[in-house]
């Protein structure tokens, strides 16, 4: 069975920092492009970085290049998403996802919330 689980949101200032994980259980991260989704209420599920399976491309939404950056630790299994210089926008669910063909996997989420 998979699952992955989200990890590290938070409140956080303005400016400051938080580091999500997304731990994955019964798939290989390497073989799938692992993404990062956020959410808030009443918006459409906005795509925030993706990590693709040869480990070193990835790319990123305009609204957080240059703060966030996503990377992957596959003996860990386990997906980070490194977010700095956070602003009150950045406040959402964060969701991790997995994605193979067609196969898709989504995590619980977890909340991040930026004071202003």
């Known amino acids: 069975q998979v699952q992955l689980v989200e990890s590290g949101g938070g409140l956080a200032q303005a400016g400051g920092s938080l580091r999500l994980s997304c731990a994955a259980s019964g798939l290989t991260i390497s073989t799938y492009v692992m993404r990062w989704y956020r959410q808030t209420p009443g918006k459409e599920r906005e795509p925030v970085a993706r990590?693709?399976?040869?480990?070193?491309?990835?790319d990123y939404a305009d609204s957080v290049k240059g703060r966030f950056t996503i990377s992957r630790d596959n003996t860990k299994s386990t997906v980070y998403l490194q977010m700095n210089s956070l602003k009150p926008e950045d406040t959402a669910v964060y969701l991790c996802?997995?994605?193979?063909?067609?196969?898709?996997?989504w995590g619980q989420g977890t909340q991040v919330t930026v004071s202003s």
């Open positions: 990590i693709f399976t040869d480990g070193g491309t990835t």
């Open positions: 996802y997995a994605g193979r063909g067609f196969n898709e996997y």
